[in-house]
């Protein structure tokens, strides 16, 4: 009986559930809705973090802020497609990823990651086999599932560290920065290559702010390096996100 019950809550009553307060975070946005349900298969961030993707592009969109949606560690492409189906479709998409899962973590993020990658803390650009996204399933999400056009969608796999410095010259102005890194390396080497092609009024989401320790301390540092006074606005127990201001 036991095991039927929880066959029944996990099958029928838990999708219930969650469609309820996907709708009601949602504000009842029919738009929002089907994005945030569509891209749950392709997705490990809460509907929270997924809502607040899909609105911070749709400010982008309101106060027509000029620059591309940039986002840094895809997975699957969940996230970055409701930042896609949020913005028009003139705005450029650049996405960066290993597409083989996170490297290792160094002792700047702390135990808890270092048992999440095997007891690993050397720093080593290898894949520790997590996170994994294959970039044939993103390709899916955007090109058949979505049909966005490939021509707007800029897709660079490899290391952040490899990656960012070749393509920064190439992207041009952001209006949406999402970083999702989850590494203190990871995270610095995102804002280091990238926060100053950021507009001014534009926005910068961190996912693991609250969750990776590594995470959180190279943002609070870099902020403190730049004399960064700015707000960080949470989203759950894990992201946040703020605007930034004029040089």
Known sequence: MRRLWRAVYWNLLYPLQRGFAIRRAAGGDR??????????????????????????????????????????????????AVMTMAGSVERQIWLFDSFEGLPEPTVEDGTMAIEYSGDRSSGALEPIGQCVGPLDVVKGLFFEKLGVDAARVHIRQGWFQDTLPAARHEIGPIAVLRLDGDWYDSTRVCLENLYDLVIAGGFVVIDDYGYWEGCRRAVDEFLVARKLNVSLIPVDDSGVWFTKGAS
């Open 31 to 80: 738009e929002k809705v089907r994005a945030v349900q569509l891209v749950q298969p392709y997705t490990m961030v809460g509907f929270e973090r997924l809502i607040n993707a899909y609105d911070v592009v749709k400010l982008a969109e309101s106060k027509s802020l000029p620059g591309a949606i940039v986002e840094c560690g895809v997975f699957k492409g969940g996230s970055a």
